[in-house]
């Protein structure tokens, strides 16, 4: 993600714009961004340090010295740094220290302190030559980080992931997003939907009718807590409304230091460009959790749910799976809260105590929630499972038989 100093925005009667670089910029870019990634690709096995000094050395403009350092900086979250194998520093450190006290205090009014001498004893001490102390002495200091890995890209990759990066950038600090489809093809519709439960985003989805959805999502300035988690979780999502075709994002944003309020709107006419890969399956809590199901002796199945479901009030849910009993051929959805607020609890709560939801459901909710299994009674169409940590196969197993 780009940091708030690389962010290139303007105002303009209350509105946020990112100063995309779009198909003009692009072409004069190019060279600029070929070069940083060649450098960074050919730099493994370098120090941080060192491959920080040649990405210095690659040529570009003074007008583009801003953008320079954005792509730069998306190219070494992209990098893997490791402190180098070896003795542990700290280890090092202490008895190069130690020897080096020692021999100050020994030191007569005119005798000079030898450097050489103290690496050789501490080398002595540790078994390590004086040149592998002088390496291993503050080698867990960032600038000595070892680059291991580059996740590869082109310098044309890099280019239109620095145009998403500046709108990731400005929901980062919304408050609330609303995503608007139009008519669009059901597949992109469910995998948007499938995405914010993946990403654990607070949201809700209504069906306006004619194949129209507004998905409103809460924002990280709407939160008390893990505003920078959630943030970057909200962040994440943005790749899976560019693979839609018929959307328009809108954000309500706080800026800058004095929080001033701004909208941001962005749709398919900046050409911003989706990375990485579509989103197929659950959270990987959610993941864990089916696969430790199936390893129970019960005939009680779980998949994944592809399903859309209405509720009244042009309310949609979009449960995360389906439990399927073999014998009776009954199903039960199971919708999880992970980021969620305990008010979304409650208004799904309360779906279901109105009788609106169409088939029997199991809700999860950490106990950082604080709600009470017992606010859904026998005659509800669903059940509320509350947990600690982690989330149990055998308890949605009790609650699945328990209400056959």
């Not at 030559?129 to 680059?147: M, V």
């Not at 950038?169 to 995405?195: H, I, K, Y």
């Not at 900046?270 to 989103?279: D, V």
């Not at 009680?300 to 009993?325: H, M, Q, S, T, Y």
């Amino acid at each position: 993600m780009l940091t708030s100093d690389l962010l290139r925005v303007r105002r303009h009667k209350g509105t946020l714009k990112p100063r995309y670089l779009g198909d003009k910029n692009k072409p004069r870019l190019l060279p600029v961004a070929e070069g940083l990634v060649n450098t960074v690709t050919g730099s493994v096995g370098m120090s941080r340090e060192k491959v920080e000094a040649a990405l210095d050395d690659v040529p570009c403009g003074a007008r583009d010295r801003m953008v320079q350092q954005g792509l730069r900086k998306l190219l070494l979250d992209r990098c893997d740094f490791n402190i180098p194998e070896g003795r542990d520093p700290i280890e090092v450190r202490r008895e190069v220290f130690l020897k080096a006290a020692a021999q100050r205090r020994a030191l007569e009014a005119k005798e000079i302190f030898d450097r050489a001498d103290v690496l050789t004893a501490s080398g002595g001490a540790l078994g390590m030559s004086p040149e592998a102390i002088e390496t291993r002495l503050f080698a867990d200091l960032k600038g000595a980080e070892t680059l291991e890995k580059v996740k590869r890209l082109y310098g044309a990759e890099l280019l239109d992931r620095y145009d998403v990066a500046l709108a990731q950038g400005v929901l980062l600090r919304a408050v609330r997003v609303m995503v608007a489809l139009d008519q669009e093809e059901p597949g992109r519709v469910r995998q948007l939907f499938r995405a914010a439960r993946f990403h654990g985003l607070m949201h809700r989805v209504r069906n306006l009718g004619e194949g129209k959805y507004v998905v409103e999502l809460d924002g990280p300035f709407s939160l008390f807590s893990a505003v920078q988690k959630y943030g970057l979780k909200l962040a994440m999502f943005l790749p899976a409304v560019l693979r839609c075709t018929r959307w328009r994002l809108r954000a309500d944003v706080l800026w800058g230091k004095t929080k001033d309020a701004l909208t941001f709107e962005v749709g398919p006419e900046e050409g911003l460009k989706p990375y990485g890969r579509a989103i197929t399956g659950v959270a990987p809590e959610l993941n864990k959790l089916a696969e430790g199901f199936q390893k129970l002796k019960s005939p009680w199945k779980v998949r994944e749910n592809d399903d859309i479901v209405a509720l009244p009030g042009e309310v949609v849910c979009v449960p995360d799976l389906i439990f399927e009993n073999t014998e009776t051929g009954e199903e039960v959805f199971f919708e999880a809260f992970g980021f969620w607020s305990r008010e979304a609890v409650w208004q799904r709560v309360e779906t279901i105590r109105k009788g609106g939801f169409p088939s029997r459901i199991i809700l999860a909710a950490g106990k950082h929630l604080r709600v009470s299994e017992e606010v859904l009674d026998d005659g509800d169409a669903g059940e509320l499972y509350v947990y600690k940590q982690t989330m149990r196969p055998r308890a949605i197993l009790e609650r699945l038989e328990a209400g056959s």
